[in-house]
């Protein structure tokens, strides 16, 4: 039987969209900012809580469980930290103003993945004399998900 070749990919042209204005949606570019400068993404983690469902007759003695509500977690942007570029900006004004606002991740084969979110930080961190000045925004996703494929 031939072997068959990886479908992986590197993570080299995946871009990170965000909706400039709450419900402004994707629908051109004035309605989202392409964060710049990002060297590397840690996609929301989603876990689901369970509840247990076990009573006085449940076979074998066996504990039982059904899924509850999924909570999708946080997500990161590491980035170059670039003052008063048009990414420093609105992540500073995001981070004020708490509003959950869309946010896409777009990988290289233009699949993607977005959640409603809210920053729970943003900013600079520790850099030395020789080095590129790095960021982090982190946010908390605050809604339902959705993919490409839907």
């Not at 710049?36 to 003695?61: F, L, V």
């Not at 999924?70 to 670039?82: A, I, R």
């Amino acid at each position: 039987m031939p072997a068959t070749p990886s479908e992986g990919m590197t993570g080299y042209g995946t871009k990170i969209y965000v909706e400039r204005t709450p419900g402004a949606g994707f629908a051109s570019p004035a309605t989202y900012i392409d964060l710049g400068e990002i060297t590397k993404i840690t996609p929301p983690n989603p876990k689901t809580d369970q509840a247990e469902r076990t009573h006085m007759q449940s076979p074998d003695g066996t504990k039982e469980f059904v899924g509850g509500l999924t909570d999708l977690g946080e997500m990161s942007y590491d980035m170059n930290h670039v003052p008063g570029s048009a990414t420093n900006v609105f992540c500073i004004a995001w981070r004020r103003s708490k509003a959950n606002l869309a946010t896409r991740i777009v990988y290289p084969n233009d699949e993607w993945e977005q959640c409603a979110a809210f920053p729970l930080g943003y900013s600079a961190t520790g850099f030395g004399v020789s080095n590129v000045i790095p960021s982090t925004l982190t946010l908390k996703c605050a809604g339902a998900e959705s993919f490409s494929t839907d």
